[in-house]
């Protein structure tokens, strides 16, 4: 069941929580800040299945949610969302179903919002349009890039690529992840994840203890990735801090950013 968090949270400054919200004007921001619930990503959440109707979008400011093709023959991640972006761009597509499930991989916190508010909001601020409208490009560039890296690149630097990706979206160097789990992500078949894993912690770049990945050496893992790594997050920077600057929007270092912590633990609704 999702858990909605102290209402209060939508109003201590979004705009520091997740990069999209980062990017709007002021008045924009104030606009959207009003219809912003807060709520906590449990892993293993499915926000929505496959070719059913989308009833919300969500903001993350931790965790990453994994966009899955499901098949006969099993799951594959196509793309994934963080405090970059957010889940349900078939909203802004005039679309209200999507192929894929989304799922929450690494769990965390997000902002919520139900579609036809989104929807409304967005036609009333072509800043707003435009600004979805780069980060939807940014997300389609990043799951052209996903099967080009699944095509030329080795299992293991495409299992450092996943794990920095969702490392850069959490709080803490901690990834719970089952080899299954990852075996998902990356298409392969679990016996292959679980050699790849064991090169990487062979190499001293992570540790892995059942159910729990730790980031142990983050320099050794970015040398271990592909360019992918670097290409689609260069993408997410290029394309949201296009244009001229908004001014008063919060800045992000070309560093991993901090995060906020997490909120208080709350009490299911």
């Not at 903001?59 to 196509?78: N, R, Y």
Request: proline share 5%; with cysteine.
């Amino acid at each position: 069941m999702l858990k909605i968090l102290d209402p209060a949270l939508a109003t201590v400054a979004p705009s520091i929580r997740n990069r999209l919200l980062a990017e709007l004007a002021p008045d924009d921001l104030a606009r959207v800040a009003p219809y912003l619930e807060s709520v906590e990503l449990e892993f293993g959440l499915v926000l929505h299945e496959p070719n059913a109707r989308i009833q919300y979008v969500y903001f993350p400011t931790t965790g990453a949610v994994s966009m899955m093709v499901v098949s006969p023959d099993g799951a594959v991640e196509v793309g994934s969302v963080g405090n970059e972006g957010f889940a349900g761009i078939a909203a802004l597509l005039h679309a209200d179903f999507l192929p894929t499930r989304a799922l929450v991989q690494a769990p965390g916190q997000a902002y919520r919002m139900k579609v036809p508010v989104f929807r409304m909001l967005i036609t009333e601020s072509d800043t707003m349009q435009q600004l979805f409208s780069r980060y939807t490009l940014a997300f389609l560039n990043q799951v052209a890039q996903s099967v080009a890296c699944n095509r030329l690149h080795s299992l293991e630097s495409r299992c450092a690529r996943w794990l920095l990706m969702t490392h850069d979206r959490i709080d803490g160097d901690q990834i719970r992840l089952t080899h299954e789990s990852l075996s998902y992500m990356l298409g392969v078949h679990r016996p292959a994840v679980t050699l790849a894993a064991g090169v990487l912690q062979k190499a001293g770049f992570i540790d892995y203890t059942r159910g729990l990945i730790k980031i142990t050496n983050r320099p050794g893992l970015e040398g271990a990735a592909c360019a992918c790594y670097q290409i689609m997050r260069r993408g997410y920077d290029d394309l949201l801090q296009s244009g001229q600057a908004v001014a008063g929007a919060a800045t992000f270092s070309s560093e991993r950013r901090a995060h906020v912590p997490n909120a208080a633990d709350s009490a299911p609704s």
